[in-house]
Structure formats: structure tokens, C-alpha cells
């Protein structure tokens, strides 16, 4: 825990938490990420229930930044997440107008159509977790790389998943070879990125806290544990009580006759 300490806690916890939880690993580590890099303007791309978004903007409230931070999704699912109910966007929509009004926007649409959105060498920090395919994440970067500051920074979700048609990882290894960066190596695993064809003293300093970055990869396991467990238990309760429910009417039937 070298360089941390007791009032590193802002780093372990998250005020809203909704499943699905493999997105909890990187949670600290993208919040002292933020604290280091300051960024003026987020942009992450697949939110769904929003525990990424509501790590950015935690680590932007707790470190009094400004940052304008903008959540693109259409909120309708995909063969990925699967379809889910649009109480999901209802639900981080009013916990976001609450608490994040003044510098948080959810855009409910394709990447593609929310690009225009942006100026050119205007997004300090992109979060790429769309749809999984090679194809998909590519024309993601692609899309939005003019809109990137040089020396921004892209974060790539799942990059450690080879199920299925995932192909974050096989696009991952080419940009990779041609951009600095580093992988926090927990959970689906994360890519971090430096638009820029050399590193710069921030970034490095960043990825070479190896200690650190372990330090806050446990921490997120934890935290995802933590959830997991805790929602394994209400299920279990949920599911006692149903018993318990079908047994005292089977009971009472059973007088009544």
C-alpha cells in the first residue's frame, strides 16, 4: 500500500452500484487516473447501468474538476449485454440529473450519430466499451481519434476477453505497437492508451507506478466481489422468503379442506 493511505477510501467505494459488476475492478485505478490527468472533457462510449460513469464522475466531484462529461448509449442492448429494460436508462438518468446535473449529459443514441457532437481536439479522455467486435471497437477509435487532444487518453474495456466474437483484445495488440500505453491486467482487463506517437512525463508516471496500479487493481476486486456477494445474498434471501411464502399457503390449503 506504499503511497496510500487511510484517506485513499474515496478510492474503494462507489455511492451508486448496479449490476452487472465486471466493470468494478478498474474503479479505483480510474479514479486516481482522473486525479492525475484532469481531464476537461469525458466522453465514454457504452454505459449501460453505469458504474463506469458514475466512477469518472465521483473522481471529478471529489477533486473539484470541472470536467464536462458526456455518457453515449442507446440503452437498448446488443448480442454483447443482451436487451434489458429501459428502466435502466431511467434509472441513471434521474440518479445523474440529481447529483450531476451541472456537468454530466446522457446521449441516448449510436456512437456514430453522437460524434458530431464533439469538436475536433476537444476529448481529454474517451472510454471505449461498445459492442465487442474487431469491427465495432476499430470504427469506434477511428470515429473519434480526430476528436481527441494530442497527449489524450483512451481506456479500452475487456481487452483480456477471447470469448465468442470479442476482438477488442486482437485490436487492442495493434494499437498497442503503435501508441504508448499499458494494460491494469484485473477483472476483463483495461487498456490504457496515449494518443500520441511518444509518451510525455504524466502518462509515464502513471504506468510505471506498477505498485500502485496493483495496489488499486485489489482494490477493485474487492469492490466487485464485495457486490457480488452481497447480491448473491439477496437473491438467496429473496429466494428463502419465496419458499417460505409457497410453503405457509400450501400449509394453509391444507387446513383449509
Known sequence: MKGLNKK??????????????????????????????????????????????????????????????????????????????DLIYHDLFSYVKLNYADNCTL??????????SFSDNSIDLLHIDGYHTYDAVKKDFEDYLPKMKTNGIVLFHDILVKDSDFGVHIFWEELSNKYPSFIQDNGTGLGVLLVSES???????????????????????????????????????????????????????????
Not at 455511492?15 to 474503479?27: Q, Y
Not at 474487492?222 to 422468503?241: A, C, P, T, W
Request: positive net charge; proline residues 3%; glycine residues 4%.
Open 8 to 85: 485513499n477510501t474515496k478510492y474503494e467505494s462507489l455511492a451508486r452500484i448496479k449490476p452487472p459488476f465486471c466493470w468494478l475492478n478498474h474503479t479505483p485505478f480510474v479514479k486516481y487516473l482522473i486525479e492525475e490527468i484532469k481531464p476537461g472533457l469525458v466522453v465514454e462510449l457504452g454505459t449501460h447501468s453505469g458504474n463506469s460513469l458514475i466512477s469518472i464522475l465521483e473522481a471529478c466531484q471529489s477533486n473539484n474538476l470541472n470536467t464536462k462529461v458526456y455518457a453515449i448509449d442507446t440503452w437498448l442492448g446488443d448480442n454483447h449485454s443482451k436487451n434489458y429494460s
Open 107 to 116: 446521449l441516448k443514441m449510436t456512437f456514430e450519430e453522437a460524434v458530431a
Open 199 to 257: 509518451s510525455n512525463d504524466i502518462f509515464d508516471s502513471i504506468r510505471f507506478e506498477t505498485d500502485k496500479i496493483k495496489t488499486f487493481s485489489l482494490m477493485g476486486d474487492v469492490l466487485r466481489y464485495k457486490e457480488e456477494i452481497n447480491d448473491l445474498n439477496l437473491e438467496l434471501k429473496f429466494y428463502q422468503k419465496s419458499r417460505i411464502i409457497k410453503f405457509v399457503k400450501k400449509i394453509r390449503g391444507v387446513f383449509r379442506k
